[in-house]
């Protein structure tokens, strides 16, 4: 199970941190990603983070957001600077147990476990 905290409305240019609280006894093999959802947009894979804590990161957000993990607390984070009015979207996190992020956004629908979602608003 997958818990989203962290979300809420934000200024153009503002920070938020999003959290990923899991309960999973080996969290430390699995691979998390953030995903978001716009309204009228498909889904998408911002940032995922393996077990190994390689990273990708979209394009979009490149050098903007920022993942890691805390796998003592199984928690995964999500640190958004520079918010643009683009990022709006519900986030969610999502757990792969192959370890790996690289199938991720691929294989959506085959994903071992999916947060409820949290939104984020920016506003400009």
């Known amino acids: 199970q997958l818990v989203e905290s962290g979300g809420g409305e934000v200024q153009a240019g503002g920070s938020m941190k999003l959290s990923c609280a899991a309960s999973?006894?080996?969290?430390?093999?699995?691979?998390i990603g953030w995903f978001r959802q716009a309204p009228g947009k498909e889904r998408e894979l911002v940032t995922a983070?393996?077990?190994?804590?390689?990273?990708y990161y979209a394009e979009s957000v490149k050098g903007r957001f920022t993942i890691s993990r805390d796998n003592e607390k199984k928690t995964v984070y999500l640190q958004m600077n520079a918010l643009k009015p683009e990022d709006t979207a519900v986030y969610y996190c999502?757990?792969?147990?192959?370890?790996?992020?690289?199938?991720?956004?691929?294989?959506?629908?085959?994903?071992?476990?999916w947060g409820q979602g949290t939104q984020v608003t920016v506003v400009s």
């Open positions: 983070i393996g077990w190994s804590s390689s990273t």
């Open positions: 999502a757990a792969d147990g192959s370890g790996s992020w690289y199938y991720m956004e691929r294989l959506q629908d085959g994903l071992d476990a």
């Open positions: 999973v006894s080996t969290f430390s093999k699995y691979a």
